[in-house]
């Protein structure tokens, strides 16, 4: 079997939604409805595109953190849709998608490596899609799960994994440090303190994400 996480842009609502925000949007189909888990301070402006376009029926709410249950499933309101492209290449989808910075990830499932490239092939025909990673499944065992580390890593805000990664980048949490949060501020173009916050939250959400794993 054959896995890949494509990044897919296509103008959809939960797209445009995310785009130009800290927003992200995990989305689990259920046919009739869709389960969301909204994260992010523009969660409010990514809610009123849901509720306007597929509405609501259950919202909970902790600080930027919400979890919606629509109406309607998404499908329902657009022809433009993965699973078309996902029924004719014989592939599956590896719940959620994720709508991100005005596009959506999707984790691809294959039986073969050509039924995933005549996806692609077929997807990109009218969409931007660019492939993040692809790898090959030779083997299931119990503490080799099938879906890859990164499904069990924690959903970091666009500026989290910003500063985290140029942190990592410039040395910060090498042996001795050779890096401050100064450094790693001035980098990605923010306050020192506010680098510092987004850098602490990120720590915190992969502690508490892969704790359980140790």
Not at 74 to 87: G, H, P, R, S, V
Not at 185 to 195: C, H, K, S
């Amino acid at each position: 079997m054959y896995e890949a996480i494509f990044r897919v842009s296509s103008g959809g609502t939960y797209e445009v939604a995310t785009s130009g925000t800290d927003t992200t949007i995990e989305l689990w189909c259920n046919d009739h409805c869709d389960l969301l888990h909204v994260s992010g301070a523009d969660g409010g402006r990514v809610i009123d595109e849901v509720d306007g376009t597929v509405g609501m029926t259950e919202r909970l709410v902790e600080g930027t953190e919400q979890v919606v249950i629509t109406e309607d499933c998404l499908k329902m309101e657009t022809e433009d849709f993965i699973e078309q492209y996902l029924a004719r290449h014989d592939c599956l989808l590896i719940p959620p998608i994720r709508y991100a910075r005005g596009a959506k990830q999707c984790r691809i499932l294959a039986l073969d490596a050509d039924s995933l490239t005549d996806f692609y092939v077929d997807l990109s025909s009218s969409h931007d899609v660019k492939v993040e990673t692809k790898r090959e499944i030779q083997s299931v065992v119990p503490d080799a799960p099938l879906l890859t580390v990164d499904a069990l890593l924690p959903n970091l805000s666009p500026r989290q994994r910003e500063v985290f990664a140029a942190a990592h980048r410039l040395g910060y949490y090498e042996l001795p440090r050779e890096t401050t949060t100064a450094d790693v501020a001035e980098v990605v173009g923010i306050e020192r303190r506010t680098a510092e916050d987004h850098l602490r939250r990120a720590e915190k959400k992969m502690a508490d994400g892969l704790i359980e794993y140790l």
